[in-house]
């Protein structure tokens, strides 16, 4: 399985960016989808979650800002970041749970990708 996270750069605070990360190989289905993001100095932080279902979870620090979605006929999610801060700067991963055609679960991250938000 690949996964692959797409859409960082740079964007001024107050602004928006949409983050993707698609999945391809030997899928099955998708269970849970979560985004993650990491800042210099800082631990990994967990950011946002999509069951399969759809249900949606998010950090305090985003809730209400950030949106994640997912279009399980792509076995892609996203990120739709808005009102960004400096505070966002980070790199932002993105981890699936996979269902195999042999029926195992496996978890899997993506490579990162670096979205700079400047005041």
């Known amino acids: 399985v690949q996964l692959q996270a797409f859409g960082g750069g740079l964007v001024q605070a107050g602004g928006s960016r949409r983050l993707s990360c698609a999945a391809s190989?030997?899928?099955?289905?998708?269970?849970?989808m979560d985004w993650y993001r990491q800042a210099p100095g800082k631990q990994r932080e967990l950011v946002a979650t999509?069951?399969?279902?759809?249900?949606?979870n998010y950090a305090d620090s985003v809730k209400g800002r950030f949106t994640t979605s997912r279009d399980n006929a792509k076995n892609t999610m996203y990120l739709q970041m808005s009102s960004l801060k400096p505070e966002d700067t980070a790199v932002y991963f993105c981890?699936?749970?996979?269902?195999?055609?042999?029926?195992?679960?496996?978890?899997?991250w993506g490579q990162g990708t670096q979205v700079t938000v400047s005041s």
């Open positions: 190989g030997n899928i099955v289905g998708i269970k849970t």
């Open positions: 981890r699936i749970d996979v269902v195999t055609s042999s029926g195992r679960q496996f978890q899997y």
């Open positions: 999509i069951l399969s279902g759809g249900t949606t």
